[in-house]
């Protein structure tokens, strides 16, 4: 379980240091057939006359990966920290879970912290925290 977390979190790491953001997204997912699919979060833009990156919204990992899912599967998804590259809360925000339900998932496990992870049961709307 945590490896596919650490993983997704490995998804999530920019390739480039230009990149502003306080944190980094990745989301893995599993679909029925036993394919790997990965997504990491938001497109950026890079301005060349500015050297600076541009967020876009509505580009969530998990969005993005549900795209390459299809119906059902599993999705891992984990939140990176910029300062020291620790697993941090990751929990699927309202609009992801609204397309994560719709999309009939079967189970998200996010990163919590180095510490916990969590299990989100769409189908059943249900939480759960399991340590590592």
């Known amino acids: 379980m945590i490896d596919m977390i650490r993983l ?25 057939d036993g394919v ?40 891992y998804v984990a939140r990176i920290a910029k300062k020291d590259h620790a697993l941090a809360m ?11 339900a719709a999309a009939k998932v079967k189970k998200v496990y996010y990163s919590i912290n180095e510490e916990y992870y969590g299990l989100w049961l769409p189908q059943e709307n249900s939480d759960r925290v399991f340590k590592i």
């Open 8 to 32: 997704a979190g490995k998804v999530a790491m920019p390739s480039d240091k230009m990149d502003r953001r306080n944190f980094y997204l990745g989301c893995i997912g599993i679909r029925k």
């Open 36 to 75: 790997l699919v990965s997504a990491k979060n938001g497109a950026t833009e890079y301005y060349d006359t500015v050297p600076y990156y541009n967020l876009i919204p509505n580009s969530h990992a998990e969005g993005r990966c549900l795209r390459k899912l299809g119906k059902g599967g599993i999705l």
């Open 90 to 100: 990751s929990r699927p925000c309202d609009m992801c879970q609204v397309r994560i």
